[in-house]
């Protein structure tokens, strides 16, 4: 079988006395019969390229499948009344949240639910199911659960769903008494519904043209959404809006902001009369965050800022519109340290924070009898040389423990309680993977590698202990993102035990545009720096052969979305570094991206990419690394690209033009593969069982890469 050609329709256009020609812009159109059939054919030709590839993916879903706990329940969460949690049941893809009354206020230890119970049968006595998500899956190839919100008062229950994959959901409202739906239902939202206190109206977010959040609304229930209040439109094209409710319940905040910039309105439900205030008006480059505490016996606002240095300072302010010249100082700058959140509740603060390219969790005891308000300040403690900890499942304002999160590349997500009074560790669940697994078989490091400006960019890695006793070099799949100070920590994976059994490796290049070295490794990695990141991946590759971990033979790289544009661009600079390339729904053409701003997202992104549009030379900064730009006649390494047709964040037109050109410019082995899921969005596929299978392709692909396809 024969790949498929898109036939070149040249489109040139001009920027500032450049000319660009485009002979693949027409597959943009998502509706045309001739763009549909191109993808289902581009599917056709990778089934068939991998046919032979067919059992070891059914063999890789088996492992995953044998190594999960199908029937499981999650450690169940206090808020108010309840204890709520999910569960999943063997054979469905989406599983039920639930929730018990408490039956001690003064017990905030977790009941233990039942485990390997059937759906029909409860976990806890006074089980009550809120939603049984496969039941709102049925007749849908996709869904999605935006978010669910149980209102204060606890007797309604808001949620959103997506069956799409645009991401544009729909709320609907449940009497928790009567099991029945309200006949409220608003579309078109992103995400979910943040109740007022006293449980009568919700605020909701929508979104523009262009894929923005950029309207906060009001809806009373019991009233038709065309006559809900707008409380706030972001009229800035560069900021997006959003909406939620501090912990104590007390405040409603408004957040808008860009990637430079921040602004807060709050709501008082002490004062409602008010109505909604700005806190501190915006200015271009300051950022803050804003929570309710009581620190000293007096209501503050917390507000998390980077007024005073790049990683951010944690200082208190009057619960009323305030200037920065008027915040104080509690958590002062320190370079060496970025504070990325904060959580406050009645006792103590939980702090989240950086340091040396791992994340803490920090403790700050709040003494109203001292004069700073403050008690002991300490971290949770960790022993592993690589890992990720924080806090999740914290609603209650009131409550004397903390619930984290832990992980490492070796050892599976655990849930811990933190108790503040005894500061007592207490580990509630660790993620089951059946089989007989035993985290003391791998080992994990973190490596440094040398970019070529001096700059030592971290690298995690994870192997098999009897794979590394010869030393030998391994197989490896090398993970990168770098971009939106997004950090990828490390993490533990099920799907990833497929490979590392078979003797190949994973490794996360933690390169520059990611957060994982503070704020500076963001700048220095985006705008006019962006080929740092690509220099730093190329350099992490180049550090793991010379140091013996793996060769370029059997070397594969992987990125998704604006990881997927990092490959695509070092694989254009460096193709002889690697066996192959996994890029999922890769942000390629980026340059025709950004110069339409009618596109979803584009204004937003200028201050990452910047605008090529109005600044030549942006233009030809981007110009010079965009992969579909600089596709040439090299011999690429085989490329498997990865994309959903209802994408809406990297539109599937991206990976499929670059495809296209690939096919058309390259020289030497031409194997190109796309993938693209017809009923997904930038996510993928939804449901555990077909995530799965969609993993297992790819793995199976990875494997047959590096050698490694007939190991079994």
Same mark, same amino acid.
């Given at each position: 079988m024969?790949?498929?050609?898109?036939e *070149?329709r040249p489109? /040139?256009t001009e920027?500032h006395?450049?000319?660009?020609?485009?002979?693949?812009?027409w597959l943009?159109?998502k509706e045309s019969? @001739?763009?549909?059939a191109h993808? #289902?054919?581009?599917?056709?030709?990778?089934?068939e390229?991998?046919?032979?590839?067919?059992a070891?993916?059914q063999?890789i879903f088996d492992?995953?499948?044998?190594r999960?706990?199908?029937?499981?329940l999650?450690?169940? /969460?206090?808020?108010?009344?309840?204890?709520y949690?999910?569960?999943?049941f063997?054979?469905?893809?989406?599983?039920?949240?639930?929730?018990?009354?408490?039956?001690?206020?003064?017990?905030?230890?977790?009941?233990?639910p039942?485990?390997?119970?059937?759906?029909?049968?409860?976990?806890?006595?006074?089980?009550q199911?809120?939603?049984?998500?496969d $039941?709102?899956?049925?007749?849908h190839?996709?869904?999605s659960l935006?978010?669910?919100?149980?209102?204060?008062?606890?007797?309604?229950?808001?949620?959103?769903?997506?069956?799409?994959?645009?991401?544009?959901?729909t709320?609907?409202?449940?009497?928790?008494g009567?099991?029945?739906?309200l006949?409220?239902?608003?579309? +078109?939202?992103?995400?979910?519904?943040t109740?007022?206190r006293?449980g009568?109206s919700?605020?909701?977010?929508?979104?523009?043209?262009?894929?923005?959040?950029d309207?906060?609304w009001r809806?009373?229930?019991?009233?038709d959404q065309?006559?809900?209040?707008?409380?706030?439109?972001?009229?800035?094209?560069?900021?997006?809006?959003g909406?939620?409710?501090?912990?104590s319940?007390?405040?409603?905040?408004?957040a808008?902001?860009? *990637?430079?910039t921040? #602004?807060?309105?709050?709501?008082?439900?002490?004062?409602?009369?008010?109505?909604?205030?700005v806190?501190?008006?915006?200015r271009?480059?300051?950022?803050? %965050?804003l929570d309710? $505490?009581?620190?000293? +016996?007096?209501?503050?606002?917390?507000?998390?800022?980077?007024?005073t240095g790049p990683?951010?300072?944690?200082?208190?302010?009057?619960?009323?519109?305030?200037?920065?010249e008027?915040?104080?100082?509690?958590v002062?700058?320190?370079?060496?340290v970025?504070?990325?959140?904060?959580?406050?509740?009645?006792?103590h603060?939980?702090?989240?924070?950086?340091?040396d +390219?791992?994340?803490?969790?920090?403790i700050?005891?709040?003494?109203p009898?001292a004069e700073s308000?403050?008690?002991?300040?300490y971290?949770? @403690?960790?022993?592993? #040389?690589?890992?990720?900890?924080g %806090?999740?499942?914290?609603?209650?304002?009131?409550?004397?423990v903390?619930?984290?999160?832990?992980?490492?590349m070796?050892?599976?997500?655990?849930?811990?309680?933190?108790?503040?009074?005894?500061?007592?560790?207490?580990l509630l669940?660790?993620?089951?993977?059946?089989?007989g697994?035993?985290?003391?078989?791998?080992?994990?490091?973190?490596?440094?590698a040398?970019?070529?400006? +001096?700059?030592?960019?971290?690298?995690?890695v994870?192997?098999?202990?009897?794979a590394?006793?010869s030393?030998?070099?391994?197989?490896?799949?090398?993970?990168?993102?770098g971009?939106y100070?997004?950090s990828?920590?490390?993490?533990?994976?099920?799907?990833?035990?497929?490979l590392?059994?078979?003797g $190949?490796?994973f490794?996360?290049?933690?390169?520059?545009?990611?957060?994982?070295m503070?704020?500076?490794?963001y700048?220095?990695?985006?705008?006019f720096?962006?080929?740092? /990141?690509?220099?730093?991946?190329?350099a992490?590759?180049?550090?793991?052969?010379?140091?013996?971990w793996?060769?370029?033979?059997?070397l594969?790289?992987?990125?998704?979305?604006a990881g997927?544009?990092?490959v695509?661009?070092v694989?254009?600079?460096a193709?002889?570094?690697?066996?192959?390339?996994?890029?999922?729904?890769?942000?390629?053409d980026?340059l025709?991206?950004?110069?339409?701003?009618?596109?979803p997202?584009t204004?937003?992104?200028?201050?990452?990419?910047?605008?090529?549009?109005?600044?030549?030379?942006?233009?030809?900064?981007?110009?010079?690394?965009?992969?579909?730009?600089?596709?040439?006649?090299?011999d690429?390494?085989?490329i498997?690209?990865?994309?959903?047709?209802?994408?809406?964040?990297?539109?599937?037109?991206?990976?499929?033009?670059?495809?296209?050109?690939?096919r058309a410019?390259a020289?030497?082995?031409?194997?190109?593969l796309?993938?693209?899921?017809?009923?997904?969005?930038h996510?993928g596929?939804?449901g555990?069982?077909?995530?799965w299978h969609?993993?297992?392709?790819t793995?199976?692909?990875v494997?047959?890469?590096?050698?490694?396809?007939?190991?079994?």
């Amino acid at each position: 079988m024969q790949p498929p050609v898109a036939e *070149k329709r040249p489109q /040139t256009t001009e920027h500032h006395g450049r000319s660009r020609t485009d002979d693949y812009e027409w597959l943009r159109d998502k509706e045309s019969p @001739e763009v549909l059939a191109h993808l #289902e054919a581009e599917n056709a030709y990778t089934q068939e390229r991998t046919a032979h590839l067919a059992a070891l993916r059914q063999g890789i879903f088996d492992e995953i499948k044998a190594r999960t706990r199908e029937t499981d329940l999650s450690v169940p /969460t206090r808020n108010r009344g309840h204890w709520y949690y999910g569960r999943s049941f063997e054979g469905r893809e989406y599983g039920a949240s639930c929730r018990v009354p408490v039956v001690d206020p003064d017990d905030w230890t977790p009941p233990r639910p039942a485990e390997d119970t059937s759906p029909d049968q409860p976990a806890l006595p006074g089980e009550q199911v809120l939603l049984d998500l496969d $039941a709102l899956a049925a007749g849908h190839d996709f869904f999605s659960l935006g978010g669910s919100s149980v209102s204060p008062r606890g007797d309604l229950l808001a949620y959103s769903t997506d069956v799409v994959g645009d991401e544009r959901y729909t709320i609907r409202v449940k009497d928790l008494g009567s099991g029945q739906l309200l006949d409220d239902e608003i579309t +078109g939202v992103i995400g979910g519904a943040t109740w007022t206190r006293d449980g009568t109206s919700f605020f909701y977010t929508t979104l523009d043209d262009s894929w923005r959040a950029d309207k906060i609304w009001r809806h009373r229930l019991g009233t038709d959404q065309a006559d809900d209040e707008l409380v706030h439109h972001e009229t800035d094209g560069r900021f997006w809006a959003g909406v939620g409710r501090t912990r104590s319940d007390r405040f409603i905040v408004v957040a808008s902001g860009s *990637k430079t910039t921040s #602004e807060y309105r709050f709501l008082d439900a002490d004062a409602p009369e008010l109505g909604f205030r700005v806190f501190s008006e915006r200015r271009e480059g300051l950022e803050y %965050s804003l929570d309710h $505490a009581v620190v000293g +016996g007096a209501d503050v606002f917390l507000v998390l800022h980077n007024g005073t240095g790049p990683d951010f300072e944690l200082a208190t302010a009057p619960v009323a519109p305030t200037p920065p010249e008027d915040w104080r100082s509690l958590v002062a700058h320190d370079p060496a340290v970025r504070l990325e959140d904060v959580d406050a509740f009645a006792g103590h603060l939980v702090v989240h924070q950086r340091s040396d +390219g791992l994340t803490q969790l920090r403790i700050i005891e709040l003494d109203p009898v001292a004069e700073s308000g403050l008690g002991d300040d300490y971290l949770v @403690e960790f022993d592993h #040389e690589i890992y990720t900890v924080g %806090s999740a499942g914290n609603p209650a304002f009131d409550q004397p423990v903390v619930r984290l999160g832990y992980a490492t590349m070796a050892v599976p997500a655990s849930v811990y309680d933190y108790d503040v009074r005894s500061r007592e560790l207490t580990l509630l669940r660790r993620a089951p993977v059946l089989g007989g697994y035993d985290p003391g078989d791998y080992e994990e490091h973190r490596l440094w590698a040398t970019a070529p400006d +001096g700059e030592r960019v971290p690298v995690s890695v994870v192997a098999r202990r009897d794979a590394r006793a010869s030393g030998d070099p391994l197989p490896l799949l090398l993970y990168g993102y770098g971009a939106y100070e997004t950090s990828i920590d490390p993490y533990f994976s099920i799907a990833r035990l497929s490979l590392l059994d078979r003797g $190949a490796a994973f490794a996360i290049a933690h390169v520059r545009g990611g957060g994982e070295m503070g704020r500076r490794w963001y700048d220095g990695g985006k705008l006019f720096a962006k080929q740092n /990141t690509f220099s730093d991946f190329v350099a992490c590759a180049r550090h793991l052969v010379e140091a013996g971990w793996t060769t370029p033979e059997v070397l594969v790289a992987e990125g998704a979305s604006a990881g997927g544009l990092l490959v695509g661009a070092v694989v254009n600079q460096a193709p002889e570094l690697f066996a192959g390339v996994v890029a999922g729904v890769p942000f390629v053409d980026a340059l025709t991206t950004m110069l339409d701003a009618t596109l979803p997202l584009t204004v937003t992104e200028y201050d990452e990419w910047g605008n090529p549009e109005a600044d030549a030379a942006v233009y030809d900064y981007m110009a010079a690394y965009a992969p579909y730009d600089n596709v040439t006649a090299a011999d690429y390494p085989p490329i498997l690209a990865e994309t959903s047709l209802n994408d809406t964040r990297v539109l599937y037109v991206e990976p499929a033009k670059w495809v296209a050109r690939l096919r058309a410019t390259a020289v030497g082995r031409r194997d190109f593969l796309l993938r693209t899921e017809m009923a997904a969005g930038h996510g993928g596929v939804s449901g555990r069982y077909k995530s799965w299978h969609d993993r297992a392709f790819t793995l199976a692909w990875v494997l047959d890469r590096m050698g490694l396809a007939s190991a079994d």
